[in-house]
């Protein structure tokens, strides 16, 4: 039974993630409520690891466990005991400090120790034979690179060919924000304890945290009474917000869409735009673009309506549209700039991207009924900042955008973050590095605004378009890899997860 929980884990993670300083707190509440000591909350992590290593790794019986001085240490002192106890060849190696061990961690190294375990220092050499490698030795609370000897024996295991299981979270990776600012564990697997942090879905994490598990330690009764400050969502979280249809729906329904971009030579990306919205279901997608993209948008997508950009056109389409993109392939130039300003004036519901997102660096407004979709580069330039630091602090990122622009924003990348001005905030756990290419920016607006038009709120339309996006790109990845992958791809596949009731037949 405990096997197939440990799977089941594996494809379904909880929906709540809590920032990593709320921890602390967290789980000195959660076994508060329940009358459980902490000391007792490290056994059933220590267990839990413990567990999940033994099912992952069924051959295994060369353990090396990696101790840090903290509770994170702790929990790898409780699985060497149990590993131990179940005839595993363990060795443990434990970083010192002049700094007493935390208490329960010190009940943990005692407890090792009086089972006749023995701690080797952090620079013993390795034993030859090593099947598993269990990283304990940094935990959550780490906001800095590690230091000697902690870099070293990061470094160690990374060389190492044995798989390796991250205790809460690679050493290294910084739960608050997915930060590496120095040498960092590649994990295989990492089990999270009693909730998930952002730094285990957005940042660099990818990079580190190999197949995410999370194990509540028995605390979900506690947890699910509490209102986690962000959410994660993936695949299976569809259906809560793309219905099936009425079967007497019809496409006035369904939104009437105007998409408006593509200056001349850029008709392939407002393409994408007009087809992406109309494969996620959009009743009707009119696209204004410059002249010369009308005949090579009809002839490859007869489906979408389109006509050259005027004021006057545009006037009309502002009247007919229920909601409106813009920005892909728009460019910067009078004939932008005056679309754009048109567009601002309506209080329809509507989605800037691309171009458009580089006027609003140059002139800025707050408005609630947009949602504004920047990549890192782009949301560096509407905060007037480097790239770098967007990317240093994600979360810290999506919540300034929302507060100087208003509405939704969608941070892509790698864990997208969306965040309304509301208060909103949600992690999109898809995706994978084939979305590295371009127009895939392009595809995504589209879906949005789809959504958008078929009655989401602001915050439900980005959240499921990001997903839809990322779960039909991680598809497409299970079928043939992630490099050579195009935005157009997408469309073969995309009309899967825009109808979430075919998933589940």
Same mark, same amino acid.
């Given at each position: 039974? %405990?096997?197939?929980?440990?799977?089941?884990?594996?494809?379904?993670?909880?929906?709540?993630?809590?920032?990593?300083?709320?921890?602390?707190?967290?789980?000195?509440?959660?076994?508060?409520?329940?009358?459980?000591?902490?000391?007792?909350?490290?056994?059933?992590?220590?267990?839990?690891?413990?567990?999940?290593? %033994?099912?992952?790794?069924?051959?295994?019986?060369?353990?090396?466990?990696?101790?840090?001085?903290?509770?994170?240490?702790? &929990?790898?002192? @409780?699985?060497?005991?149990?590993?131990?106890?179940?005839?595993?060849?363990?060795?443990?190696?434990?970083?010192?400090?002049?700094?007493?061990?935390? !208490?329960?961690?010190?009940?943990?190294?005692?407890?090792?120790?009086?089972?006749?375990? /023995?701690?080797?220092?952090?620079?013993?050499?390795?034993?030859?034979q090593v099947d598993v490698i269990v990283d304990a030795l940094l935990g959550t609370g780490l906001n800095r690179a590690p230091a000697a000897p902690y870099d070293?024996?990061?470094?160690?295991?990374?060389?190492?060919?044995?798989?390796?299981?991250?205790?809460?979270?690679?050493?290294?990776? /910084?739960?608050?924000?997915?930060?590496?600012?120095?040498?960092?564990?590649?994990?295989?697997?990492?089990?999270?304890?009693?909730?998930? #942090?952002?730094?285990?879905?957005?940042?660099?994490?990818?990079?580190?945290?190999?197949?995410?598990?999370?194990?509540?330690?028995?605390?979900?009764?506690?947890?699910?009474?509490?209102?986690?400050?962000?959410?994660?969502?993936?695949?299976?979280?569809?259906?809560?917000?793309?219905?099936?249809?009425?079967?007497?729906?019809?496409?006035?329904?369904?939104?009437?869409?105007?998409?408006?971009?593509? &200056?001349?030579?850029?008709?392939?990306?407002?393409?994408?735009?007009?087809?992406?919205?109309?494969?996620?279901?959009?009743?009707?997608?009119?696209?204004?673009?410059?002249?010369?993209?009308?005949?090579?948008?009809?002839?490859?997508?007869?489906?979408?309506?389109?006509?050259?950009?005027?004021? !006057?056109?545009? !006037?009309?389409?502002?009247?007919?549209?229920?909601?409106?993109?813009?920005?892909?392939?728009?460019?910067?130039?009078?004939?932008?700039?005056?679309?754009?300003?048109?567009?601002?004036?309506?209080?329809?519901?509507?989605?800037?991207?691309?171009?458009?997102?580089?006027?609003?660096?140059? #002139?800025?407004?707050?408005?609630?009924?947009? +949602?504004?979709?920047?990549?890192?580069?782009?949301?560096?330039?509407?905060?007037?900042?480097?790239?770098?630091?967007?990317?240093?602090?994600?979360?810290?990122?999506?919540?300034?955008?929302?507060?100087?622009?208003?509405? @939704? @924003?969608?941070?892509?990348?790698?864990?997208?973050? +969306?965040?309304?001005?509301?208060?909103? @905030?949600?992690?999109? &756990?898809?995706?994978?590095?084939?979305?590295?290419?371009?127009?895939?920016? &392009?595809?995504?607006?589209? +879906?949005?605004?789809?959504?958008?038009?078929?009655?989401?709120?602001?915050? !439900?339309?980005?959240?499921?378009?990001?997903?839809?996006?990322?779960?039909?790109?991680?598809?497409?990845?299970?079928?043939?890899?992630?490099?050579?992958?195009?935005?157009?791809?997408?469309?073969?596949?995309?009309?899967?997860? /825009?109808?979430?009731?075919? +998933?589940?037949?």
């Open positions: 039974m %405990r096997n197939q929980a440990i799977e089941a884990n594996a494809r379904s993670l909880t929906h709540s993630v809590w920032p990593a300083q709320a921890m602390a707190q967290l789980e000195r509440d959660a076994a508060d409520s329940l009358g459980l000591t902490l000391f007792e909350l490290m056994q059933r992590a220590g267990q839990a690891s413990y567990e999940l290593a %033994r099912h992952l790794w069924p051959q295994a019986q060369y353990w090396l466990v990696l101790c840090g001085h903290g509770n994170n240490g702790g &929990d790898g002192y @409780v699985v060497a005991r149990l590993a131990q106890a179940a005839g595993v060849n363990v060795t443990l190696l434990a970083c010192e400090s002049s700094k007493a061990l935390p !208490e329960e961690a010190q009940q943990a190294q005692d407890a090792w120790l009086a089972a006749g375990g /023995v701690i080797h220092a952090a620079d013993a050499p390795w034993p030859q070293r024996l990061i470094d160690m295991a990374n060389s190492h060919a044995a798989p390796v299981l991250a205790i809460d979270i690679p050493s290294g990776l /910084v739960a608050a924000n997915g930060t590496a600012p120095g040498a960092t564990i590649i994990a295989d697997h990492t089990l999270s304890m009693i909730a998930l #942090k952002p730094g285990q879905l957005t940042g660099k994490a990818r990079d580190y945290v190999g197949i995410l598990h999370n194990d509540e330690l028995g605390l979900s009764s506690f947890l699910c009474a509490e209102q986690a400050p962000v959410s994660r969502y993936d695949a299976n979280d569809l259906a809560r917000w793309l219905k099936p249809r009425r079967a007497t729906s019809h496409k006035g329904d369904q939104g009437r869409l105007l998409v408006v971009g593509g &200056d001349s030579g850029t008709a392939g990306a407002i393409r994408m735009t007009g087809e992406a919205a109309l494969r996620s279901g959009a009743g009707l997608v009119r696209v204004l673009t410059h002249e010369d993209n009308i005949g090579p948008i009809l002839t490859a997508r007869p489906e979408l309506m389109v006509d050259a950009l005027s004021d !006057e056109r545009l !006037e009309r389409a502002l009247e007919w549209a229920d909601v409106i993109a813009v920005g892909p392939g728009l460019g910067q130039r009078d004939w932008a700039q005056k679309a754009l300003k048109k567009i601002a004036a309506s209080e329809k519901p509507m989605l800037w991207d691309a171009d458009a997102l580089n006027l609003l660096a140059i #002139k800025q407004d707050n408005r609630q009924n947009r +949602i504004i979709t920047p990549h890192p580069g782009e949301a560096a330039r509407l905060l007037g900042m480097k790239t770098s630091e967007i990317e240093s602090d994600r979360l810290h990122a999506a919540h300034a955008l929302v507060k100087r622009y208003g509405g @939704v @924003v969608v941070l892509k990348g790698a864990g997208t973050i +969306i965040a309304s001005a509301a208060g909103e @905030v949600a992690i999109a &756990d898809v995706g994978n590095a084939g979305m590295a290419s371009g127009g895939m920016g &392009d595809v995504l607006s589209g +879906i949005i605004a789809a959504l958008l038009g078929q009655k989401l709120t602001l915050f !439900e339309a980005a959240c499921a378009g990001c997903v839809a996006h990322g779960a039909t790109a991680d598809a497409i990845a299970r079928q043939r890899g992630t490099r050579g992958m195009l935005a157009t791809d997408l469309f073969e596949l995309l009309w899967q997860f /825009v109808n979430p009731e075919m +998933i589940q037949q």
